[in-house]
């Protein structure tokens, strides 16, 4: 049985690469689709924002969110007085595909899933919910 940390890192790897085979034909990659639901969820969201719900580091949302503006995904509005302040919001175009993301995701999930039962499927995500839990509690010792 191999290390948690490294099965955990390997299901990662595993799912970004079907990201980037799901979302290729609209021009995204890697993470930039949880990006855009990220937006979709939270209108007139800030880049800080967004680097704070996603865990990622500032240049790596920058450069999804620069992606996602020439896509045509999302705008871009600079605040008057602050003009670091930037707010993201899904044009049209990013929530028609946001709806396409959430049924991919879905489907992604159902077919991981497919063997656990109910019963099985909480208590597993429990499990991972405590994970995660602990893995920001060590940060902070």
């Known amino acids: 049985m191999l290390p948690i940390n490294k099965s955990i ?8 690469m079907y990201r980037n085979q799901m979302f290729e034909q609209h021009g995204l990659r890697g993470y930039q689709a949880s990006f855009l639901l990220e ?15 996603m865990h990622l580091d500032k240049s790596n949302i920058a450069r ?12 871009m ?9 930037v707010q993201l919001i899904a044009t049209p175009k990013g929530k028609a595909l946001s709806e396409t993301i959430v049924e ?12 656990f039962d109910a019963e099985s499927e909480a208590q597993f995500l429990m499990y991972l919910d405590w994970l995660k839990a602990r893995a920001v509690a060590l940060l902070d010792q």
């Open 104 to 115: 991919k995701l879905k489907a992604q999930r159902a077919f991981l899933m497919q063997d």
């Open 77 to 85: 509005h600079k605040n008057k007085n602050d003009r670091r302040f």
């Open 39 to 53: 937006i979709v969820r939270n209108p007139k969201i800030s880049q800080d924002q967004l680097t704070q719900n």
């Open 9 to 16: 890192s390997m299901i990662e790897r595993f799912n970004l």
């Open 64 to 75: 999804g969110c620069h992606v996602l503006l020439e896509n045509g995904y999302i705008e």
